[in-house]
């Protein structure tokens, strides 16, 4: 599968260390492929730079270790053609899951839950954990 990871997820495994999230990141780097967008690391990098300032190498070797295909988000977004998404700042993340069409969108953010979408399959780290893990232990 194609699993594409939002910030958020970023965020729990390369500045926090969340004890779910990173062998979350083992089990996807073994047996899927992690797609990150544009828009997501340079999210990434600039929510470090503002909040961890400190962390900010870690990240840089973070993203240089995790195997991922890059995809690019859209320069131009019509909010209009994606109704349904409250914040504004999610809908990059959105619009390039569907337009790169990855099978699920891993996502901590409660703003992408009541969204009735077919493709790609929402989901917490927790859920896809639940759903789709092998071994992982929480």
């Excluded at 958020?8 to 083992?26: C, F, K, Q």
């Excluded at 544009?38 to 300032?53: C, D, G, M, S, W």
């Excluded at 069409?101 to 009541?114: E, K, R, T, Y």
């Amino acid at each position: 599968m194609r699993v594409m990871l939002d910030t958020n997820v970023l965020i729990s495994a390369a500045v926090l260390s969340s004890r779910y999230i990173l062998p979350l990141l083992d089990e996807l780097a073994e047996c899927h492929t992690i797609v990150l967008s544009t828009y997501i690391i340079n999210e990434l990098k600039r929510v470090t730079r503002e909040k961890f300032p400190n962390k900010r190498a870690i990240v840089e070797q973070f993203l240089r270790e995790l195997p991922f295909e890059l995809t690019y988000t859209p320069d131009t977004i019509i909010q209009a053609e994606h109704p349904g998404i409250r914040d504004a700042k999610d809908l990059p993340i959105l619009v390039t899951a569907i337009n790169e069409d990855v099978d699920v969108l891993v996502s901590g953010d409660n703003d992408f839950a009541p969204l009735d979408l077919e493709r790609p399959e929402v989901l917490t780290p927790r859920a896809f954990i639940e759903k789709y893990g092998r071994e992982i232990i929480i």
